[in-house]
């Protein structure tokens, strides 16, 4: 056999390899459409936090300002539950007061305040508040408005 002959087998060969391995792979990327995907929502933890934590010297009950952040998705409420215990590290024995704040009407871009108001707290005690989690709901718009 000629060399020529031979190297007509082998382009042959190399070809049909390739197509092997590239075929899959282009049939793969067409089927996926080649669209970008939507990033998922973010969790609405993210969006909140704890500013301030005091405790009301007329009531003794502890108090937290809490900041929620508008998302870009559009205007909605939170709704974050607010924890109090006596240290920073979570006691696993221990279940740490709780409280529910309502923060309506957050535009995308705009930061809105609330505060949450927890239990009696006992004197010579300093507080920790923080965030242990949060809800969005987005704002439904008025009828007849897409």
Do not use: N
Not at 17 to 27: E, H, I, Q, S, T
Not at 35 to 63: F, K, L, Y
Not at 114 to 125: C, I, M, S, Y
């Amino acid at each position: 056999m000629s060399a020529l002959k031979w190297q007509g087998w082998l382009v042959g060969l190399v070809t049909i390899a390739g197509l092997l391995v590239f075929a899959p792979l282009g049939l793969y990327v067409w089927a996926s459409g080649g669209e970008p995907q939507q990033a998922p929502p973010r969790a609405a933890v993210e969006d909140v936090r704890v500013t301030g934590c005091r405790v009301d010297p007329a009531s003794r009950r502890v108090a937290a300002a809490v900041e929620a952040a508008g998302r870009a998705e559009g205007a909605g409420a939170y709704v974050v539950t607010v924890e109090f215990r006596d240290r920073a590290e979570a006691d696993p024995g221990r279940r740490a007061a709780q409280a529910l704040v309502r923060i309506p009407g957050v535009a995308p871009g705009a930061t809105e305040y609330a505060e949450a108001v927890g239990p009696v707290w006992p004197v010579a005690t300093v507080p920790w508040c923080g965030v242990a989690g949060a809800e969005f709901t987005p704002a439904t718009p008025p009828p007849g408005v897409p």
